[in-house]
């Protein structure tokens, strides 16, 4: 079993900045992906960015230039630098990673974190 732990969230101004941190876990062999997802009150949860084990990425169109993903495997670790934070980014954050255990593969998600950008 793999598990994720994230970290970072918070209350931030509007134009502000936070740091999402996710470690994973476990009986891991490999991790081929892991990404970031949101789901705001009411709506269903979107891909914000991800990032392979080679560290090709892949972000929404509306946090592009905004965003950063970031990923260090020796960790099982994976980071989203938020600048530029708007009221609509607004939500939980969800991490979560694509893998293989030893015995198979798994799909694992965090327990989120709480994002509000609010004056």
């Known amino acids: 079993q793999v598990q994720l732990v994230e970290s970072g969230g918070g209350l931030v101004q509007p134009g502000g900045s936070l740091r999402l941190s996710c470690a994973a876990s476990g009986r891991i062999f490999s991790i081929y992906s892991m990404g970031w997802y949101r789901q705001a009150p009411g709506k269903q949860r979107e891909l914000v960015a991800a990032i392979t084990s080679g560290g090709s990425t892949n972000y929404a169109d509306s946090v592009k230039g905004r965003f950063t993903i970031s990923r260090d495997n020796a960790k099982n670790t994976v980071y989203l630098q938020m600048n530029s934070l708007k009221p609509e980014d607004t939500a939980v954050y969800y991490c979560?990673?694509?893998?293989?255990?030893?015995?198979?593969?798994?799909?694992?998600w965090g327990q989120g974190t709480q994002v509000t950008v609010s004056s």
């Open positions: 979560n990673a694509e893998g293989s255990s030893y015995v198979t593969d798994f799909l694992s």
